[in-house]
């Protein structure tokens, strides 16, 4: 099995994404596990949008059009992130203070809304995949919201979750979940992080980034 990591850049858009469903076709044969971040820049505007309270709506609907005219582009169904499209429009009408626990749970969206997007070109490409979000497998991490740590038994959960599957799992970077179900980060850069804790807990032959 190896890990393929795809960045911000890599899933900026739609002509980005049919690549990277050829690329992890022609890796088939390797047993990939695909990590990818949110589309390019929608993590900085997810961090704008929890602290400019005022401009919510304008930046809402910036997100939900960039991600539209991706699946538009890719003939994909447009319902497919309405879900994380609806639930983060629910929680921009949080007026309470922003803290670390907060803000991680409003910049989780968007790994949440690209893996679905991916892994939906995967299927199309004739790859039978599915999306699933890290903590969902068993990513569990500390407490320290915005800079979390996987804890040791994570890697035995993920590596029993992921061994058990019969398609190519599109997996979110850069989250995890406490063992009290709530959403955390891994920092900057974490998508990398969680390509390498997932090629550890799998025994990876790669981790490509």
Do not use: W
């Amino acid at each position: 099995m190896i890990v393929m990591k795809f960045g911000g850049s890599s899933v900026g858009g739609a002509e980005r994404i049919r690549s990277v469903a050829q690329i992890v076709k022609s890796r088939l044969h390797q047993k990939p596990v695909v990590v990818v971040s949110a589309v390019k820049g929608i993590t900085d505007m997810l961090i704008k949008l929890a602290n400019e309270k005022e401009n919510r709506k304008k930046i809402l609907e910036t997100i939900r059009s960039i991600h539209c005219n991706i699946l538009e582009k890719l003939n994909l169904e447009k319902s497919l992130v309405d879900i994380e499209l609806n639930e983060l429009a629910e929680l921009a009408k949080n007026n309470t203070d922003v803290d670390a626990k907060l803000l991680d749970r409003f910049v989780s969206f968007g790994e949440r809304m690209s893996s679905r997007i991916v892994a939906a070109q995967l299927d199309k490409s004739g790859i039978k995949s599915g999306a699933f979000n890290s903590y969902d497998i068993g990513f569990l991490t500390d407490d320290n919201f915005g800079d979390a740590e996987p804890l040791k038994k994570a890697y035995d959960i993920m590596n029993g979750n992921i061994k058990k599957m019969n398609i190519v799992p599109v997996i979110t970077g850069f989250l995890g979940k406490t063992e009290n179900n709530e959403i955390t980060t891994l920092g900057r850069g974490g998508s990398d992080c969680t390509a390498g804790v997932i090629g550890a807990a799998i025994n990876a032959a790669e981790i490509q980034i």
